[in-house]
């Protein structure tokens, strides 16, 4: 009894500190170094075959995830990949799960992944919603100078 419970006790903590453990990616001209479930998996350019910005869902681009595929025979530690075309695909993260905005993170990558990266569509998506809101602002400032030509009364 003391032994069983000793090892849940243990179990949960592994558990515990494996969800407290942030999941890091270090983008450089190397390559990108992956850090999560307490492992370090260093990924030169050339053992990835793409990274790419795709939809959660299909009808809409809230919460974008980030994917990699590796070339045949690179594997991730302590990860659980999914079989694809000969290579393995991993999720890693949601654009907005990392700290810093999603367009630079999309930005970093291509920087130094070239055309490794796949985050057009993200982009094209990005671009039109800043210019729906621009377009939006227009029209309302219009309305407005429309409706008060000597501007706001004081």
Same mark, same amino acid.
């Given at each position: ?61 809230? %919460? ?19 079989? %694809? ?34 985050? %057009? ?17 227009? %029209? ?15």
């Amino acid at each position: 009894m003391k032994v069983s419970s000793f090892v849940l006790v243990v179990g949960a903590l592994w558990v515990l500190a494996t969800l407290l453990r942030p999941f890091v990616i270090e983008v450089s001209s190397a390559g990108l170094t992956l850090r999560s479930r307490g492992a370090t998996n260093r990924l030169p350019w050339t053992s990835i075959d793409a990274v790419t910005v795709e939809r959660a869902s299909e009808e809409n681009w809230n %919460q974008p995830v980030l994917w990699i595929r590796l070339a045949p025979g690179v594997r991730l530690k302590r990860h659980r990949g999914k079989q %694809q075309d000969g290579c393995r695909r991993y999720d890693l993260l949601g654009l907005d799960d990392f700290t810093i905005p999603p367009e630079a993170v999309v930005h970093a990558l291509l920087r130094y992944g070239g055309d490794r990266i796949d985050a %057009q569509d993200y982009l094209d998506h990005r671009a039109a919603k800043r210019l729906v809101a621009e377009l939006l602002a227009e %029209q309302r400032a219009e309305e407005a100078r429309e409706k008060f030509p000597d501007g706001p009364a004081g």
